[in-house]
């Protein structure tokens, strides 16, 4: 093939049902009964890093199951005179309607079929649609052979370096005083009360407004009687810097470009009056603020648990920062071709659906956004091979019902949600590139800034912790179809006292 490497295969791959959606007004017969397994004749040439062209060929007695199928399914669909529907034979079938149609029928339903075959077989993880070209199909019954090339984007073949060879260092978990007053401070900040101040405002003061926006005569947009913190940075660029400064009743205006809503992107005048300026009023940190704030009698043990808290925060955050660290070193370590062809595909439906297709703008942020996440799904989705990570049902689960929580779902609602849109393997690949990174860790020694050995089993767990795991599955799953025969032996029994 052009000087390209072939790899040619001929070994057995489980066979797919190979069907395809009915066409609009169309019914459909069953289709035919899958083979336990075919054999396929496929090669695949390398044309990019991250995509390759499938040859498939496939034997006529592999794709009669299918061609038997078209007979039986067009015979119920023509009204020929002497015949009734579902009765008409091939040979009058290929008289009437033509060899044509009915090979037409067939590969229709087989293809998908036998490219997944193929893709098994040839070992290829894909990552789109393919864009396939059927070049041969059976003259006549009996005769020739189905012939068919895929182009199709796949995970490219990348090299990870050895594991113990990757260092790491992150922040000690050591808790300074500052750190016990910043939390102190941060707790005193709910409890404190705003009170009117007669000065300009500063940043962290909590300002009434009236603002007004305008483009040419145009108002687009106002409000009144708006409290707003200095320095939050929560609704207009330009805002911060235009209320620093101004005192109770002063007014002043100022250009910023609109983020959002009908006048997204352009740019509007803004006038805006503080009536009002405020600065929250701290409680003193005594006995009396420890027993208000929390469920401690003295100042003393609430800073006392504030420190434990901030350590615990510290140490969760080493974590954390382990596994960035640890994607952050592979990515320098290793280069991922990403497919062009899913970034475009990912980046149009993004688009689409913000009804921003015409942005150029956004468009070159989300492109950046989609090779950034698909290069990292690439590097992780390998790690996770090279280690063998599994994924448990209860990994699952907790995974599902943290992301539920996130988007404010009924977990059961949002699990099922899920598996009615095909989308629970999707969420599997997701806990496997995340534990991979964890199992990952386990193979590397992690220090702090101080040179200790950190220890990370808390958060990644061990080997005997995923043994156990799976054996408790394993157990489960031994159990329920018991307690299921159990039951099946009880309700005779319950029946007949009924």
Known sequence: MDGLPVRPSYGPAPRAAATRPARAGETRAHAPEPLETIEVKSAVETLEPT???LTVEVEYDELKPSIDHAYKHIAEQVNIPGFRKGKVPPRIID???????????????ALSGFYRDAVTSESLRPLGQPEVEVTEVPAAAGEG???FTAEVEVRPEITLPELSDIAITVDSTEVTDEDVTERLDALRERFGTLVGVDRPAVEGDYVVIDLKAVIGDEEIDSVSGVSYQIGAGNMLDGLDEALTGLSTDETTTFATKLAGGEHEGEEAQVTVTATAVKERDLPTPDDDFAQLASEFDTLEELTADLR????????????????????EKLLEAVEVPVPSGAVEAEVHRHLESENRLEDDEHRAEVTEDATKALKNQILLDTLAEKLEVQVGQGELVEYLVQASQQYGMDPN???SSLDQGGQIPAMVGEVARS?????ALRDIEVKDSEGNVVDLTEFIGTEEDDAAAAEVE????????AEQAEETQEAPEETAKA
């Open 413 to 415: 609602q949002f699990i």
């Open 435 to 439: 534990k991979a990174l964890a199992v």
């Open 145 to 147: 052979q189905l012939a």
């Open 95 to 109: 008289q009437r309607v033509g060899w044509g149609a009915v090979v037409e029928h067939a590969v229709n339903d």
């Open 51 to 53: 995509k390759v062209k």
């Open 474 to 481: 394993g157990a489960d799953e031994v159990a329920e179809p």
């Open 308 to 327: 434990e808290q901030v350590a615990s925060i510290k140490t969760s955050n080493q974590a954390v920062a382990a596994r960035d660290l640890l994607l």
